[in-house]
């Protein structure tokens, strides 16, 4: 079973640029999630999607954050502009369907570093 | 936020030796996940536990929970060259299906 995919790997960008991120999740799985994870810390949810529309997006930085999943399978997520404080790796997973009991499935994740 | 806080920070000890990481975490969850994470291979789950168990385990792996005291161990024994990596405990719950993780504890084995 292939895994949740995502691109860039990896992402070097000036302050103030924009930035998109892909992300391909496990066949069939309904929910996906963004978090961001910055060095020396654990990653911190940004925001969920069930099929095509949003779960829970409190803790994305709405004023330059923006993320979408159109047809419920790939999803972009986007920074524009950019700021320093956003360097982190930016993680992508999916889980069968929302809920406790579904195990997340983490993406290699991209590592973006802002200039 | 960061919900749950690992103890310690870091930790180095020999390979076949057990190693012991704890999290404790602030308001009350439906389960408790611990993930490994590496370089070469990213964030991979390695086992849950209820809110309502007390005890599991997995191959090397014990969790125990302590939801009265809100806090979890993660006991990994006969330790490898391939545990080296940070270990995250992450609570699912409170109205939420997103995970919130702790700052995680980096642990290394020293062969």
């Known amino acids: 079973e292939a895994g949740v995919a995502q691109s860039p790997r990896y992402k070097i960008i000036e302050k103030r640029q924009s930035v998109a991120f892909w992300c391909n999740p496990i066949s069939g799985h309904a929910t996906l999630y963004w978090y961001q994870q910055i060095l020396g810390q654990g990653p911190k949810l940004l925001i969920q999607f069930q099929n095509n529309g949003v779960v829970d997006d409190s803790q994305l930085p709405k004023d330059r954050f923006s993320a979408e999943r159109l047809k419920g399978v790939d999803s972009t997520l986007k920074i524009q502009p950019a700021k320093l404080e956003d360097s982190a790796v930016y993680l992508c997973a999916s889980s069968l369907d929302r809920g406790f009991s579904y195990e997340q499935y983490f993406g290699p994740g991209t590592r973006l570093t802002v200039t | ?111």
């Not at chain 2, 024994?77 to 995250?88: K, L």
């Not at chain 2, 699912?92 to 919130?100: E, F, S």
């Open chain 2, 1 to 111: 936020s960061q919900q749950g806080e690992e103890d310690p920070q870091a930790l180095s000890i020999q390979e076949g030796e057990n190693a012991t990481m704890n999290c404790s975490y602030k308001t009350s969850i439906n389960n408790l996940q611990w993930y490994r994470q590496n370089s070469g291979r990213g964030l991979v789950h390695l086992i849950l536990i209820r809110s309502n168990e007390r005890e599991k385990h997995s191959g090397r792996l014990r969790v125990t929970l302590d939801t009265s005291k809100k806090s979890s161990s993660l006991l990994i024994t006969a330790s490898r060259a391939a545990d080296t990596a940070s270990y995250f405990c992450a609570t699912a719950g409170g109205g939420a299906d997103g995970l919130t993780f702790g700052k995680g504890t980096h642990l290394i084995i020293q062969p």
